[in-house]
């Protein structure tokens, strides 16, 4: 199936990606943190028969030129509009992976209307592990914090600590070890970080949207995600069953196609 490279320019910046199939329905797909439009291609290409996937670089990743030094809801909107535009249709459904899926839910505040389904797959925040306590750290200071020209060598130094404590695990250590190493990842890393702060995952708020907005959303979580704690995730979502349907995989944190493709043919 062919690949069309694309390009869309924001008030922001300029997204690029990857374009599959022509019809309809609409698709957009998010990647996760520090993959990129490819990463979503077979997952895509499952889905494109009769139907078009854009598959989009998020700010701070892939081949996308972001000018600012977050993005929010309101931006990703912005893209998805752009795209619309470009299809002559007003509808799309949204997949979402890991850090995709929680920017998928949270544009159901800002365009509503525009949105068919929701697909997210191991949504960030819905118990995510040891990352889940730089949750609180507010937008302001996060931005401060990004900037402070001693924070790198802080993160890795904390983290070894509590590693040889044994208050948390090797992995917060060597996820900073690699994402510190060069100056692209180190922009993609903190731009990411300081972004999600705009994204909420609080189920009440996520409640409340899906009551009012009545939109169809799966919820797909794997039973043996190394980065979300399924226990921690179902019991979040246990607060969203009457309004969010919940399905179990088993593959870890990626995306599962032969998994998931029939969930998504079976409700386009």
Known sequence: MQEVSFSITTSKGIIRGVKVGEGR????????????????????????????FYAIDLP???????????????DIAEICQKIMEIEGCSLFSI???????????????????????????????FGTRWIRHLEKIPFKFRLKLANWDRIDLALLKFTKFLEITGAINGLPHRFFKNHLNDIQRRTRMFGSWVSLS??????????????????DVILIFDRNDPIISNKKAIR????????????????????????IQPLIQQNK
């Open 25 to 52: 329905p609409l698709f957009i797909g998010f990647h996760g943190f520090a993959n990129n439009a490819r990463y979503m291609l077979p997952f895509a290409k499952s889905l494109a028969n009769n139907s078009t």
């Open 60 to 74: 701070f990743h892939g081949d996308s030129d972001w000018q600012h030094a977050h993005f929010t809801a309101p």
């Open 95 to 125: 997949v979402g992976f890991s850090m995709g899926g929680r920017i998928g839910i949270n544009l159901l505040e800002v365009i509503p209307e525009s949105i068919d389904k929701l697909y997210l797959i191991s949504p960030d925040g």
């Open 198 to 215: 705009h994204f909420s995952v609080k189920p009440r708020r996520i409640r409340k949207n899906l009551k009012r907005t009545g939109k």
């Open 236 to 259: 979040r979502m246990s607060r969203l069953k009457a309004y969010a349907n919940l399905v179990q995989t088993d593959g870890g944190h990626k995306i599962t196609v032969d998994a």
